[in-house]
Protein backbone atom coordinates (compact mmCIF):
# COMPACT_ATOMS: atom_id res chain seq x y z
CA UNK A 1 0.00 0.00 0.00
CA UNK A 2 1.53 3.40 -1.12
CA UNK A 3 2.20 5.82 2.04
CA UNK A 4 2.91 9.29 2.12
CA UNK A 5 4.84 11.08 4.28
CA UNK A 6 4.79 14.63 4.60
CA UNK A 7 7.91 16.82 6.65
CA UNK A 8 7.61 19.38 8.66
CA UNK A 9 4.03 18.57 10.14
CA UNK A 10 3.65 22.40 10.35
CA UNK A 11 6.19 25.46 9.97
CA UNK A 12 6.12 28.73 10.89
CA UNK A 13 8.27 31.74 9.08
CA UNK A 14 8.57 35.14 8.92
CA UNK A 15 7.28 36.80 6.17
CA UNK A 16 9.44 36.82 2.72
CA UNK A 17 11.88 33.65 3.51
CA UNK A 18 11.81 30.93 1.01
CA UNK A 19 10.46 27.39 2.20
CA UNK A 20 10.66 23.40 1.39
CA UNK A 21 8.15 21.11 2.10
CA UNK A 22 8.97 17.87 1.54
CA UNK A 23 6.71 14.41 0.65
CA UNK A 24 7.81 11.38 0.75
CA UNK A 25 6.31 8.09 -1.16
CA UNK A 26 7.00 3.89 -0.63
CA UNK A 27 6.09 2.88 -3.84
CA UNK A 28 7.43 4.64 -6.94
CA UNK A 29 5.39 2.63 -9.53
CA UNK A 30 3.13 6.52 -9.84
CA UNK A 31 1.51 7.83 -12.37
CA UNK A 32 1.72 11.48 -10.98
CA UNK A 33 2.12 13.62 -8.12
CA UNK A 34 0.34 16.58 -6.72
CA UNK A 35 0.24 19.24 -4.71
CA UNK A 36 -3.14 20.48 -2.71
CA UNK A 37 -3.50 24.02 -0.96
CA UNK A 38 -6.05 23.56 1.70
CA UNK A 39 -7.65 26.69 3.54
CA UNK A 40 -10.01 26.23 6.46
CA UNK A 41 -13.91 26.16 5.36
CA UNK A 42 -12.51 25.48 1.93
CA UNK A 43 -12.39 22.98 -0.99
CA UNK A 44 -8.47 21.83 -1.75
CA UNK A 45 -7.25 23.50 -4.57
CA UNK A 46 -4.81 21.73 -7.18
CA UNK A 47 -0.91 24.07 -7.04
CA UNK A 48 1.07 21.77 -9.15
CA UNK A 49 0.59 18.25 -11.08
CA UNK A 50 3.87 16.46 -11.93
CA UNK A 51 3.61 13.58 -14.17
CA UNK A 52 5.94 10.65 -13.71
CA UNK A 53 8.22 11.68 -16.70
CA UNK A 54 8.68 15.14 -15.00
CA UNK A 55 10.95 16.77 -12.89
CA UNK A 56 9.25 19.53 -12.20
CA UNK A 57 6.72 22.00 -12.77
CA UNK A 58 6.77 25.67 -11.74
CA UNK A 59 3.65 28.43 -11.13
CA UNK A 60 4.75 32.17 -10.02
CA UNK A 61 6.27 31.59 -6.65
CA UNK A 62 6.22 28.45 -6.51
CA UNK A 63 8.26 25.31 -7.72
CA UNK A 64 7.65 21.23 -7.19
CA UNK A 65 10.23 18.42 -8.00
CA UNK A 66 9.71 15.19 -8.25
CA UNK A 67 12.53 12.72 -8.02
CA UNK A 68 10.45 9.30 -8.56
CA UNK A 69 13.06 6.59 -7.95
CA UNK A 70 13.85 8.04 -4.17
CA UNK A 71 10.43 8.57 -3.96
CA UNK A 72 10.78 12.07 -3.19
CA UNK A 73 9.02 15.59 -3.96
CA UNK A 74 9.91 18.91 -2.42
CA UNK A 75 7.78 22.01 -3.08
CA UNK A 76 10.10 25.01 -2.90
CA UNK A 77 7.71 28.75 -2.36
CA UNK A 78 9.74 31.87 -2.73
CA UNK A 79 9.24 35.30 -0.91
CA UNK A 80 6.79 33.82 1.07
CA UNK A 81 3.56 36.28 2.21
CA UNK A 82 1.32 36.40 5.09
CA UNK A 83 -1.60 34.83 2.34
CA UNK A 84 0.68 31.94 1.68
CA UNK A 85 -0.62 30.39 5.42
CA UNK A 86 -2.61 27.10 5.28
CA UNK A 87 -1.80 23.50 4.61
CA UNK A 88 -0.03 21.98 2.33
CA UNK A 89 -1.18 18.65 0.92
CA UNK A 90 0.85 16.31 -1.31
CA UNK A 91 -0.80 13.75 -3.38
CA UNK A 92 0.25 11.05 -4.95
CA UNK A 93 -1.66 8.84 -8.30
CA UNK A 94 -0.29 5.07 -8.24
CA UNK A 95 0.51 3.96 -11.54
CA UNK A 96 -1.53 0.40 -11.53
CA UNK A 97 -4.77 1.54 -9.02
CA UNK A 98 -5.23 5.12 -11.06
CA UNK A 99 -8.62 6.53 -9.37
CA UNK A 100 -7.15 6.90 -5.86
CA UNK A 101 -5.10 9.61 -5.09
CA UNK A 102 -2.98 8.72 -1.81
CA UNK A 103 -2.78 11.96 0.36
CA UNK A 104 0.05 12.95 2.95
CA UNK A 105 -1.84 13.97 6.29
CA UNK A 106 -0.31 17.63 5.02
CA UNK A 107 2.01 20.77 6.18
CA UNK A 108 0.48 23.81 8.17
CA UNK A 109 2.13 26.61 7.16
CA UNK A 110 2.16 29.95 8.72
CA UNK A 111 3.47 32.98 7.55
CA UNK A 112 4.38 35.79 9.97
CA UNK A 113 4.25 39.37 8.95
CA UNK B 1 -22.13 25.72 -11.55
CA UNK B 2 -18.60 27.62 -11.02
CA UNK B 3 -17.72 25.25 -8.26
CA UNK B 4 -18.13 22.21 -7.21
CA UNK B 5 -20.80 21.91 -4.61
CA UNK B 6 -21.72 20.42 -1.44
CA UNK B 7 -25.02 20.38 0.57
CA UNK B 8 -25.29 20.58 3.61
CA UNK B 9 -21.82 22.36 4.57
CA UNK B 10 -22.40 20.86 7.93
CA UNK B 11 -24.78 17.91 9.54
CA UNK B 12 -25.30 16.86 13.13
CA UNK B 13 -26.65 13.85 13.40
CA UNK B 14 -27.66 11.52 16.60
CA UNK B 15 -25.85 7.66 16.68
CA UNK B 16 -28.12 5.54 14.62
CA UNK B 17 -29.83 7.72 11.85
CA UNK B 18 -29.40 7.65 8.08
CA UNK B 19 -27.68 10.70 6.64
CA UNK B 20 -27.56 11.39 3.01
CA UNK B 21 -24.66 14.02 1.60
CA UNK B 22 -25.05 15.67 -1.74
CA UNK B 23 -22.76 16.61 -4.48
CA UNK B 24 -22.93 18.95 -7.74
CA UNK B 25 -19.86 18.64 -9.40
CA UNK B 26 -18.94 21.27 -11.84
CA UNK B 27 -20.98 21.06 -15.13
CA UNK B 28 -19.73 19.00 -17.59
CA UNK B 29 -17.56 17.17 -15.75
CA UNK B 30 -17.62 12.91 -15.83
CA UNK B 31 -16.04 11.79 -13.30
CA UNK B 32 -16.65 12.25 -9.69
CA UNK B 33 -14.87 11.20 -6.70
CA UNK B 34 -15.85 11.22 -2.89
CA UNK B 35 -12.92 11.18 0.10
CA UNK B 36 -13.69 11.05 3.33
CA UNK B 37 -10.76 13.56 6.13
CA UNK B 38 -10.40 13.22 9.86
CA UNK B 39 -9.07 15.48 11.38
CA UNK B 40 -5.28 16.14 10.97
CA UNK B 41 -5.04 13.69 8.38
CA UNK B 42 -5.18 13.90 4.72
CA UNK B 43 -8.43 12.65 2.70
CA UNK B 44 -8.53 9.16 1.86
CA UNK B 45 -10.09 7.80 -0.79
CA UNK B 46 -14.04 6.26 -0.71
CA UNK B 47 -15.28 6.05 -4.39
CA UNK B 48 -15.28 6.86 -7.95
CA UNK B 49 -17.90 7.20 -10.58
CA UNK B 50 -17.33 7.42 -14.16
CA UNK B 51 -20.54 9.19 -15.70
CA UNK B 52 -23.33 7.13 -13.37
CA UNK B 53 -21.04 3.97 -13.21
CA UNK B 54 -19.71 3.29 -9.87
CA UNK B 55 -16.41 1.83 -10.83
CA UNK B 56 -14.17 1.85 -7.62
CA UNK B 57 -15.79 1.36 -4.32
CA UNK B 58 -12.86 -0.34 -2.53
CA UNK B 59 -12.63 2.84 -0.10
CA UNK B 60 -15.87 2.71 1.38
CA UNK B 61 -15.38 1.30 4.96
CA UNK B 62 -18.24 -1.10 5.16
CA UNK B 63 -21.68 -1.72 3.75
CA UNK B 64 -23.20 1.05 5.86
CA UNK B 65 -21.82 3.18 3.19
CA UNK B 66 -23.33 3.72 -0.66
CA UNK B 67 -22.98 6.16 -2.92
CA UNK B 68 -25.18 6.38 -5.86
CA UNK B 69 -25.10 9.06 -9.41
CA UNK B 70 -28.09 8.38 -11.54
CA UNK B 71 -27.93 10.75 -13.92
CA UNK B 72 -24.37 10.95 -14.37
CA UNK B 73 -24.73 14.37 -12.43
CA UNK B 74 -25.01 14.76 -8.75
CA UNK B 75 -24.13 12.32 -5.98
CA UNK B 76 -25.47 11.32 -3.40
CA UNK B 77 -23.18 9.41 -0.33
CA UNK B 78 -25.41 7.63 2.37
CA UNK B 79 -23.90 6.80 5.59
CA UNK B 80 -27.16 4.10 7.37
CA UNK B 81 -26.55 3.33 11.08
CA UNK B 82 -24.32 6.00 11.99
CA UNK B 83 -21.29 5.95 14.40
CA UNK B 84 -19.19 8.35 16.11
CA UNK B 85 -16.75 7.29 14.38
CA UNK B 86 -17.95 8.21 11.35
CA UNK B 87 -17.63 11.81 12.18
CA UNK B 88 -15.11 13.45 9.80
CA UNK B 89 -15.20 15.95 6.65
CA UNK B 90 -16.31 14.56 3.48
CA UNK B 91 -15.23 15.88 0.17
CA UNK B 92 -16.32 15.64 -3.19
CA UNK B 93 -14.26 16.12 -6.27
CA UNK B 94 -15.22 16.33 -9.99
CA UNK B 95 -12.78 15.87 -13.26
CA UNK B 96 -13.87 16.46 -16.63
CA UNK B 97 -12.40 13.18 -18.95
CA UNK B 98 -13.77 10.14 -18.13
CA UNK B 99 -10.60 8.47 -19.33
CA UNK B 100 -10.24 4.44 -18.45
CA UNK B 101 -7.54 4.29 -15.38
CA UNK B 102 -4.94 7.20 -14.59
CA UNK B 103 -5.10 10.61 -15.49
CA UNK B 104 -3.23 13.95 -15.46
CA UNK B 105 -6.07 15.55 -15.18
CA UNK B 106 -6.59 17.92 -11.75
CA UNK B 107 -9.15 17.42 -9.77
CA UNK B 108 -11.80 19.99 -8.39
CA UNK B 109 -12.63 19.37 -4.61
CA UNK B 110 -15.85 21.19 -3.05
CA UNK B 111 -15.89 22.56 0.24
CA UNK B 112 -17.14 19.43 1.85
CA UNK B 113 -19.91 18.85 4.52
CA UNK B 114 -18.93 18.08 7.91
CA UNK B 115 -20.44 15.62 9.66
CA UNK B 116 -20.66 15.49 13.45
CA UNK B 117 -22.09 11.91 14.98
CA UNK B 118 -23.57 12.43 18.73
Known amino acids: KQEVTQIPAALSVPEGENLVLNCSFT??????LQWFRQDPGKGLTSLLL?????REQTSGRLNASLDKSSGRSTLYIAASQPGDSATYLC????????????FGKGTSLLVTP | GAGVSQSPRYKVTKRGQDVALRCDPI?????LYWYRQALGQGPEFLTY????????KSGLPNDRFSAERPEGSISTLTIQRTEQRDSAMYRC????????????????FGSGTQLSVL
Open chain 2, 93 to 108: ASSLSAKRGPTNEKLF
Open chain 1, 27 to 32: DSAIYN
Open chain 1, 50 to 54: IQSSQ
Open chain 1, 91 to 102: AVRNLYSGYALN
Open chain 2, 27 to 31: SGHVS
Open chain 2, 49 to 56: FNYEAQQD
